[in-house]
């Protein structure tokens, strides 16, 4: 697993990357309330808004980390929000990634880089 500083994490299984948001991003938000997913087969760039969340202190955007094509959502966390609260480094992923460079993936932080980061 690696880390962004926007509390993403990312999962490469096999040159696909699953991506979802950190405990202490979940935390954060509060109680996850609404989820708009991007559309599979969407070509997406590093730093694009693609995820749109809205908790019940704020409205947030989920950045794109990596450049690639968006090969899968998760339509639990659409019909059920509080899923991401539940579970959100494990089945309350939001999509995957297929990159289009994968070096783009040693930009990001360990588990233990990314617990220093957040204190």
Known sequence: MKYTEEHEWLDDQAGIVT???TTHAAEQLGDIVFVELPD???QVS????VVVIESVKAASDILAPLDGEIVEVNAAIVEDPAKVNEDPEGKAWFFKIKPA???QMDEFMDAAAYKAFIG
Request: hydrophobic content about 40%; proline content about 0%.
């Open 101 to 103: 460079d994968a070096s």
């Open 46 to 49: 590093k730093d694009d808004e």
């Open 19 to 21: 991506v979802g948001i």
């Open 40 to 42: 599979v087969g969407a």
